[in-house]
């Protein structure tokens, strides 16, 4: 081959042809040249070889082999570690060589064609050096095509008939367990990986399927399951026109919110989603990563050609979202933590942008979640009471009383805001209350609180524990009847049979002096008087449940948590309640309908107005300074967005339910009573 480095360039378009040698670093240089030297023979050698032996592709016939020395051809390289945004232009101007030769950057790399060996040698020095503050690998493909991002272009020998004989090496390579390089998105992937971290597509260029959601563990695919065996490979890409099509960015500027990253991802199309961003649980902080649903693949595409773009400070990475082959992404809901649901839409409801130095309630603590990311949202002269019953939520809430002078920790029930708040000031009037009914993750998960029947623990059931009495010995002297009603009415059943099968049992093993004093021993004796049926469920969990609500006073405490917040609120204040079950809704609705507001299209207020227009004058006529005169507006009721009931499965039995209170205002009550009044109408309740 001789000293390729001394020769001119034939081309005479390429304006850095014939300067390379000059800025030769001597002995790191010639090390190199030598042994691309020595690489290029020995590939020119085994492409004789291969050449001779491999019919062309289309024609079937033996190929020429290539000349062994040659100037002028086609040399293929590789540059990896591309700053995003690099254009053509700086790669050429890198590599000093002409734009027209740097024929794609693409995700971080570039693929580069040269014709002559001077400006092969000079890419080839360039590796492991700056380009845009980064270190590039140059890498020479020029025998070993690994990836469609340059397959029009020819490689040694290769002038376009033999695309058989590089793709079998391709195939070879890959099967011969080596890292591979996506043929959709030029991804570089490990070899274990049966399909692209980046976009999911198939090792050899099929896409891959997603599969059929399934509906019981019994029914999984074992076998399918069992050949992929390692994660990577059984997650699939998410995506179908129903569930819309995801994709996960990563490094996101840590200060900006949903609706900036929907902005910034505006031109790619419609979303089917809200954005989610996950967000750190006890801070409500971000954490730079979300998951964006398209409605289309289409959007989807687009969205990923943004992988490498610059968001403010950062440059993202965006790529397909995947899924199980059970249909699911897996909880992101760990034992022991309380992922705080839809902490967005809580945020945005209570209105606190539009009023973010007001007073804010947060009736049930918890762990904090909700707490922090009000705390958040709110300016410097906001103010954050928060109410608990637990010891181990107050111990939080102290903590973070230290950190955060904006916010008040009280241990009291919600039930007493309304006291507690206007003790402290006679005036009080507050922005938001938000309530967040039931139990905490971390009080259900901690079986030392008995809250679980699958776990063992004292049969205690207090939120608590330091008031009032135990599950067990308020078994021990409740009566027989008072137990099944408590059984039936909060437990949510029509199934009085088996309220009283239940009670029966209790009352027995407590005459026997055999009542239980754990969970799990009175969940069998619950289970054993239950009977065989149906169960989605452990048996003895509705059981739980009653005496749970029983014990705290839950729907009393929340008829007057609510009570006690409407007071509080200024006009247009809101209150937030999250309802896990329909019970809780219920007993919202109720209340709501006694207190809304005057509905001007109500058919029975528009008979009122046409016949007795001086009732209703007289009706709508409040006194300003009547604190009592007031009435609520159903502001908002919603559902966790898809994406987070499938990121935390214990969000999909959330409402989400927003009273806004309209001061000075008439009720539908008032004008119900006015109409009856009228029409004679017997009021009974
Ligand atoms: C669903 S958790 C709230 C979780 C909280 N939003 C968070 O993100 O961490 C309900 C909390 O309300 C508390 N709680 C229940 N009834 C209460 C009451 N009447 N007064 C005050 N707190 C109560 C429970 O102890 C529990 O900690």
């Given amino acids: 081959m001789g000293d390729t480095t001394k020769r001119k360039s034939g081309r005479s378009d390429d304006p850095f042809d014939g300067e390379g040698g000059k800025s030769a670093k001597k002995s790191k240089k010639e090390k190199k040249e030598k042994k691309t030297r020595e690489k290029r023979s020995d590939d020119e050698s085994e492409d004789k070889s291969n050449h001779k032996s491999f019919p062309a592709a289309s024609s079937g016939k033996t190929e020429t082999p290539p000349p062994t020395t040659t100037k002028k051809r086609a040399f293929r390289l590789r540059l990896k570690g591309i700053a995003p945004n690099t254009d053509k232009a700086q790669v050429a101007q890198f590599l000093l060589v002409s734009e027209s030769c740097v024929r794609n950057v693409f ?55 033999n695309n058989a004989e590089v793709k079998r090496k ?166 022991g933590t309380h992922t705080p649901a839809m902490l967005r839409e809580t945020i945005d409801s209570l ?99 008995g809250f679980r029947p699958e776990q063992d623990g004292p049969l205690d059931l207090r939120f608590d524990v330091t008031s009032g009495v135990s599950a067990y010995d308020f078994l021990l002297k409740v009566s027989r009847n008072d137990l099944r009603d408590i059984i039936f009415k909060y437990g949510e059943t029509n199934d009085k049979l088996s309220a009283q099968r239940i009670a029966d049992a209790i009352v027995l093993a407590r005459d026997t002096n055999a009542l239980p004093k754990t969970t799990k021993a009175f969940a069998t004796l619950v289970a054993n008087a239950k009977g065989a049926e149906y169960q989605a469920m452990h048996p003895a969990k509705m059981t739980f449940q009653a005496l749970r609500i029983h014990l705290n006073e839950e729907f009393d405490e929340f008829r007057r948590g609510m009570e006690g917040a409407m007071k509080l609120l200024k006009e247009n204040g809101k209150l937030g309640v999250l309802t896990w079950k329909h019970s809780e809704c219920a007993i919202l609705i109720e209340y709501f ?48 967005a898809d994406i987070e009931m499938r990121t935390n499965s214990r969000s999909r039995s959330a409402i989400l339910h927003v009273l806004r209170k309209k001061s000075s205002a008439a009720r539908m009550v008032e004008a119900e009573k006015a109409a009856y009044k009228k029409l004679k109408w017997e009021n009974k309740k």
């Fill in 107 to 161: 995700h971080g790399e570039a693929i580069v064609m040269v014709d002559t060996e001077e400006a092969f040698q000079r890419c080839v020095e360039k590796d492991d050096e700056k380009l845009n503050g980064r270190f590039v690998k140059v890498t020479d493909e020029t025998n070993g095509a690994r990836s469609n991002l340059g397959r029009n272009f020819l490689t040694p020998g290769n002038n376009g008939e």
């Fill in 170 to 335: 391709t195939t070879t390579n890959e099967r011969e367990g080596r890292d591979w390089t996506c043929e959709k998105c030029g991804g570089e992937n490990f070899a274990r990986r049966e399909t692209c971290y980046k976009c999911a597509a198939g090792k050899y260029g099929e896409q891959r399927e997603t599969p059929p959601v399934m509906k019981t563990s019994a029914s999984i695919n074992t076998a399918v399951v069992k050949k992929q065996n390692n994660a990577g490979d059984r997650m699939v890409a998410q995506g179908s026109e129903q569930e819309g099509y995801e994709v996960f960015v990563k490094y996101l500027p840590k200060n900006v919110d949903e609706s900036d990253i929907a902005d910034f991802f505006k031109r790619c199309g419609e979303l089917k989603e809200e954005v989610n961003l996950l967000r750190d649980q006890t801070t409500g902080s971000s954490k730079g990563a979300g998951f964006l649903t398209f409605r289309n693949a289409e959007s989807r595409e687009k969205a990923l050609a943004m992988d490498g773009e610059r968001f403010l400070d950062r440059t993202v990475s965006v790529t397909v979202a995947k899924k199980s082959p059970f249909g699911t992404r897996g909880t992101t809901q760990a034992l």
């Fill in 351 to 449: 209105g606190i942008a539009n009023d973010p130095n007001g007073i804010y309630i947060d009736g049930t603590f918890g762990r904090g979640g909700h707490t922090r990311g009000i705390l958040n949202a709110l300016g410097k002269n906001g103010q954050l009471h928060a109410f608990d019953l637990d010891p181990e939520a107050i111990t939080v809430g102290r903590a973070l009383e230290k950190e955060d002078s904006r916010f008040h920790m009280h241990h009291s029930p919600f039930g007493s805001m309304f006291k507690v708040m206007r003790e402290k000031d006679s005036k009080v009037k507050v922005s938001g209350v938000f309530l967040d009914l039931g139990i905490s993750s971390p009080q259900f998960d901690d079986k030392s609180r």
């Fill in 593 to 640: 309908r006694k207190v809304e507001k005057v509905r001007t299209n109500a058919p029975i207020f528009e008979w009122l107005k046409t016949n007795h227009e001086k009732s209703v004058t007289k009706l709508l006529e409040k006194d300003d300074d009547d604190d009592d005169a007031w009435a609520a507006e159903m502001d908002d009721c919603k559902r966790p």
